[in-house]
């Protein structure tokens, strides 16, 4: 069995730190887009330790753009007699991202080479097969 999950989205509120035993605990929620329903958000809770919590604590602020890499985890326990269930993503690696943190392309500075100004021979190949392929039905 194989627990990955990969998260682009943007930092609901910052991250909030605290000290477990010798080390730190971070957590945060990051909206990211549903790609099932067009319109809706989804909201998950992260959680990072260590190193990834340092970093967390630091950079992590409300609307930042980030691409978290993880495994899905669950926590139960008992209140008032009834069973409670969380499910969140222990975070193993946490980068950031300018996909969707309200940045436009036009602010995002870029550097250009000689080697980009003229166009590529493969990108018109490319071009070239998916014209071959737009009558296919799927």
Do not use: H
Not at 98 to 126: A, D, F, H, L, R
């Amino acid at each position: 069995m194989y627990n990955k999950v990969l998260l682009i989205g943007n930092v609901v509120k910052d991250a909030e730190t605290k000290p477990v035993k010798n080390t730190s605990v971070s957590r945060f929620r990051l909206a990211v887009d549903d790609v099932v329903k067009k319109d809706s958000v989804l909201y998950i809770d992260v959680e990072a330790w260590d190193k990834q919590a340092e970093f967390a604590e630091k950079w992590l602020k409300k609307g930042k753009g980030v691409i978290v890499d993880g495994r899905l985890c669950m926590d139960s326990w008992e209140k008032d007699g009834k069973k409670e269930t969380e499910i969140y993503v222990k975070a193993q690696d946490i980068r950031f991202s300018n996909v969707g943190s309200g940045k436009s392309e036009s602010e995002t500075p870029t550097k250009t080479s000689p080697k980009q100004t003229s166009t590529p021979s493969k990108t018109i190949q490319s071009q070239q097969t998916d014209d071959e392929f737009s009558d296919v039905p799927f």
